[in-house]
C-alpha cells in the first residue's frame, strides 16, 4: 500500500487519498503518474484517469456511482460531480468457494463465560428490568434509583462534585473561576454486592402502544430476544395492562425462541397489582431474589464456538472500507471457521453490493429471503418519499463517502468473506454458525439494540468519525479507522487500525488481534470503554421507516 495514495481493486477507477494531497503534487501508483488537479484532503477520492459524464463510478470493484460532470484525471470526486448509482440484483447465480483462513492459534482456545442452561454462554451476566410499554418508564426509573447505588451498581460520577463546585463559586461571588474550573475524576468505587453479576440494566422505550401492532408485535419479540440473551441472567417485565404489547404476545414470542426457558422471569402488571406502591415493592422484592440466584453462577472455561458476534458501523468514514471494516471481516471469518456464529446488519448500507451477498448464501431459499427483505425495505423507504441513496449522513459525506453504494460497498467488508449460513428479519433469534445477514436499519442504536435481541453477547463496532454507542447488555468494543480519531477521543476506542492505513500492520494481523481482545473482553478481563462509560443505548426499530 503507497503511502499517500490507495486503489483499493483493480476495475476501480478512482483512487484514495490516504494523505492530504495538494494541487499540483504527482503521485505515482503502479507505475502510473498523476498530477493532482485541486486540494484533496485524506479520506477523499479522485479520479485514476478522465472520467466522463455518464460513465460508471468503480471502486471495491463495484459500481457505487455515475458520473454527472466530466471529472478530470487528479480531480476529487464530490457530490457535484457524482451521484449514487448501483447495479441491479436477482437470484443467486453462482456458488462461493470459501478458503478458510488457519485457525491453529484458536481451535484450542477457550473464554470464561456464564453458561446457561439451554446451552448458550454469556460473556456477562446481568439482570434486565425491561417495561413493555412506555407508559411504565417512570417506574423502571424508580426501580433504577432505588437499586443502583444501594447494591453499588453505580459508576462514580464526577460531574455531580464539578456542578457542586460551580454552584459554590457562584455562591462565593467567585464566578470569574468558574471558566477555568476542569472536571476532575473520582477516585470512589462503589462495592457491588453481587460479585458475579455484573449489573442490573433499566431499559426504557418509547413504543408498546398508540402505533401499529406490527411495532408492538415486534417490540414484544426483540424484548424476548434480550430474556433469552445469554448475557442475561434474569428479568423483570413491568406491564400497564391495556397497551397493544400484550403479556400474552411476549409470551409467544418466548415460547417461540425458546419454549423451555430456564431462567427466573418476573411480569408484574400495574393495573392489577392494586397501587403503584404495592406493585414496585413486589417488583423489587422479586428482582432481588432473582439477583441472589443470579449470583450464585460462576465463570467458567467455554470454546469459542460459543461466541455471537454482532458486526456493526457507524459514523463512518472514507477509511473505515480500508481498515476497520475489513479488519473486522477478517475476525468474523476466523470466527465462522471457528464454529461460532455473526451477524452482519444495517440493510441499507448494503445497498449496491447485493448480488455478492446473494451468491455468498449456502442455497436459493435463504438468498430469495434477502433479496425479499432488501426489496421490502427499500420499497417501503421509498413509500414515504426516501430510498437508500439518501442514507449518508453530512458527516458521511465530509469524509468521503459520498454515495450510498460506496458507504455499502466499505461497510460490507465487516461481513469477511465466508458463505452466509442465514439471513434474519428484525427480531429473529439466531440458531445456526456461521455468518448470518440481519435486517435492521443503519441507524447505529436501533441496529446495535437488534444484534443482541437475535442474540450477539459481543458486538465490533466500526467507526472513523467517532461515536459513544454501546448496548445494556451486550459488550461494545469500538474499533477506530483512524489513528487520529483514536488519539483524540481514548474515551470511546477500544482498538485502533490506523496502522493498515500507514501500512504498519495487514489487514490479517489487525483481525487476529481483534479477536484476541474479543476473548479478553468475553472473559471478562477487559471492560470496553462504552462499559466504562454505562453506555446503555436502546431503540427498538419501529418498522414505519428507519434509515
Same mark, same amino acid.
Request: aromatic share 6%.
Given at each position: ?356 451477498? @446473494? ?133 470511546? @476506542? ?31 478481563? @477487559? ?21
Amino acid at each position: 500500500m503507497s503511502h499517500k495514495i490507495l486503489k483499493i481493486h483493480p476495475k476501480d477507477n478512482v483512487m484514495v487519498a490516504l494523505a492530504d494531497l495538494h494541487n499540483e503534487e504527482r503521485v505515482q501508483y503502479d507505475g502510473v503518474e498523476i498530477v493532482i488537479q485541486e486540494d484533496i484532503k485524506a479520506k477523499h477520492k479522485f479520479a485514476h484517469h478522465t472520467i466522463n459524464q455518464g460513465d460508471d463510478i468503480m471502486m471495491y470493484g463495484n459500481l457505487v456511482g455515475k458520473a454527472t460532470k466530466l471529472v478530470e484525471k487528479g480531480k476529487a470526486l464530490t457530490t457535484e460531480n457524482v451521484s449514487h448509482q448501483t447495479n441491479s440484483y436477482t437470484k443467486k447465480e453462482v456458488t462461493i468457494d470459501w478458503q478458510k483462513p488457519n485457525i491453529d492459534k484458536w481451535k484450542d482456545a477457550t473464554f470464561l463465560g456464564y453458561h446457561r442452561k439451554d446451552g448458550q454462554v454469556g460473556t456477562a451476566n446481568y439482570w434486565v428490568v425491561v417495561p413493555l410499554v412506555f407508559c411504565e418508564n417512570r417506574n423502571v426509573e424508580v426501580m433504577k434509583q432505588a437499586f443502583m447505588e444501594e447494591l453499588g451498581f453505580s459508576q462514580p460520577n464526577p460531574y455531580k462534585s464539578y456542578v457542586r463546585k460551580i454552584a459554590s463559586l457562584y455562591k462565593e461571588g467567585k464566578e470569574n473561576e468558574i471558566q477555568n474550573l476542569d472536571v476532575l475524576p473520582t477516585s470512589f468505587k462503589p462495592q457491588q454486592l453481587f460479585k458475579n453479576v455484573d449489573g442490573i440494566k433499566f431499559l426504557t422505550h418509547r413504543g408498546g402502544c398508540g402505533g401499529i401492532r406490527q411495532d408492538s408485535d415486534m417490540l414484544c419479540a426483540l424484548i424476548a430476544g434480550y430474556i433469552n440473551n445469554p448475557n442475561v441472567a434474569g428479568a423483570t417485565i413491568l406491564s400497564l395492562g391495556c397497551q397493544n404489547a400484550q403479556i400474552s404476545i411476549l409470551q409467544k414470542k418466548l415460547q417461540n425462541i425458546n419454549p423451555e426457558l430456564q431462567k427466573p422471569l418476573f411480569i408484574l402488571e400495574q393495573q392489577k397489582e392494586g397501587t403503584e406502591q404495592q406493585m414496585l415493592a413486589k417488583a423489587i422484592k422479586q428482582t432481588f431474589v432473582g439477583l441472589t440466584q443470579a449470583n450464585k453462577i460462576e465463570r467458567k472455561p467455554a470454546p469459542l464456538s460459543k461466541l455471537t458476534i454482532g458486526l456493526e458501523c457507524g459514523g463512518s468514514d472514507g477509511f473505515s472500507g480500508i481498515s476497520a471494516n475489513p479488519a473486522v471481516g477478517q475476525t468474523s471469518d476466523l470466527l465462522v471457521a471457528l464454529n461460532a456464529k455473526t451477524m452482519l446488519a444495517e440493510f441499507p448500507e448494503l445497498c449496491g453490493v447485493e448480488q455478492e451477498l @446473494i451468491n455468498r448464501c449456502i442455497n436459493p431459499i435463504i438468498a430469495d429471503k434477502f433479496v425479499r427483505l432488501m426489496k421490502s425495505y427499500e420499497a417501503s423507504a421509498k413509500s414515504v418519499g426516501s430510498g437508500f441513496d439518501m442514507n449518508p449522513s453530512p458527516g458521511n459525506i465530509k469524509d468521503g463517502l459520498i454515495t450510498d453504494a460506496m458507504k455499502s460497498a466499505g461497510a460490507a467488508k465487516k461481513g469477511g468473506t465466508s458463505p452466509i449460513e442465514d439471513v434474519l428479519d428484525y427480531a429473529e433469534y439466531i440458531s445456526k454458525p456461521g455468518l448470518n445477514l440481519l435486517c435492521t436499519p443503519g441507524n447505529d442504536v436501533e441496529s446495535t439494540t437488534a444484534l443482541t435481541g437475535s442474540g450477539a453477547n459481543i458486538i465490533l463496532f466500526t467507526t472513523g468519525l467517532g461515536t459513544p454507542t454501546g448496548n445494556p447488555v451486550a459488550p461494545v468494543i469500538k474499533i477506530s479507522s483512524n489513528t487520529t480519531l483514536a488519539q483524540r477521543m481514548p474515551d470511546i @476506542i477500544d482498538i485502533d487500525t490506523g496502522e493498515v492505513i500507514t501500512g504498519s500492520k495487514t489487514i490479517e494481523q489487525m483481525g487476529e488481534e481483534l479477536l484476541d481482545f474479543i476473548i479478553r473482553v468475553a472473559s471478562g478481563k @477487559i471492560k470496553t470503554k462504552a462499559q466504562q462509560l454505562d453506555q446503555d443505548d436502546f431503540i427498538p426499530w419501529k418498522r414505519g421507516i428507519s434509515l
